[in-house]
Structures are given as structure tokens and as C-alpha cells.
């Protein structure tokens, strides 16, 4: 599958191996992982950040190489039944971050044509996404603006 603004093609990367089960070494209890979760999450953690403390650091000692397979929900479920969740996702956000630097770079520097470029991208990828997110996780009224992009992430 090629890239979105780019004319190479897509890198294959690895695929998580294929379990049902969580590995017998791994015996932490569901609800001391959603208990983590919820505590690593108040920490100010995001949720991709949560899983790979989870994997590294774990829980009593113990890794958690899936959460979904060690309590049957994913991460981000659990978030949003204890009311830890964002109030956008973190994909989103991350790419508010980026747009909102992207913008700061180029008033700064406004004949920085590469930078423009990828403002551009960033935005774009940004509006599709709100599409996508709209209604469910965002606001029917939700759409993409500098200012309040730079409002959300500087909150």
C-alpha cells in the first residue's frame, strides 16, 4: 500500500504473533491492570505510553505484553469506563501538536517551502480524521482551525 503524501510505497513492519490466550507466565490479575491503567492514566500518561509501561515496567513486577488479551478489553475501553479517557484521541491531538509547531516554524520562517509543504499535509491529515472522529468522539460541531488547535494543546 503506497503513503498517503509521498510516492514511495508503505514499509511492511512486523505483526504481533498470533495468541488467543495471554502467556503463562503472565498471571497479573485483570482487575490489578485496570487498576494500573486508571492510575497510570490520572499520571498524565496517553494510552500509548500506558502499554508500554505496561509491557516494561508491568505490574507488581510482572510484564503485561497485552492488555487485551490479559482482561478482554483494550486499553482505551478501559479509560472510558473509568472516565480516564482524553477528550480527543491521541492520535488527534498528536497531530494538533504537530500542526500547531509546524505553524509557529513557519511564522518564523516563511520561506520555508518544505515546512509549508508538511503543514499542509498535516492539516489535511487532521480534517480527515475529525471526519472520522466526529459525532462519535468529537463534537458534530468539531472542525479544524489554528487557533482552537492551539488552544487545545497548550490545555
Not at 510505497?9 to 490466550?21: I, N, T, W
Amino acid at each position: 500500500m503506497a503513503r498517503i503524501h509521498t510516492r514511495r510505497r508503505g514499509s511492511s513492519g512486523s505483526d504481533k504473533p498470533v495468541a488467543d490466550d495471554p502467556p503463562e507466565w503472565s498471571d497479573v490479575d485483570a482487575d490489578a491492570i485496570e487498576t494500573r491503567v486508571v492510575e497510570l492514566a490520572d499520571q498524565g500518561h496517553d494510552p500509548s505510553q500506558i502499554g508500554m509501561k505496561l509491557r516494561d515496567e508491568g505490574v507488581k513486577g510482572t510484564p503485561i505484553p497485552n492488555v487485551k488479551l490479559a482482561t478482554g478489553k483494550k486499553l482505551t475501553q478501559i479509560l472510558e469506563e473509568n472516565d480516564a479517557s482524553g477528550e480527543i484521541p491521541e492520535d488527534l491531538y498528536n497531530l494538533l501538536e504537530r500542526a500547531v509547531r509546524l505553524r509557529e516554524h513557519m511564522d518564523e520562517n516563511p520561506q520555508d517551502h518544505q515546512n509549508k509543504r508538511a503543514l499542509q499535509n498535516t492539516e489535511s491529515k487532521i480534517r480527515r480524521l475529525a471526519d472520522y472522529y466526529r459525532g462519535d468522539q468529537l463534537d458534530e460541531e468539531f472542525s479544524y482551525t489554528h487557533d482552537a488547535a492551539r488552544e487545545l494543546v497548550s490545555d
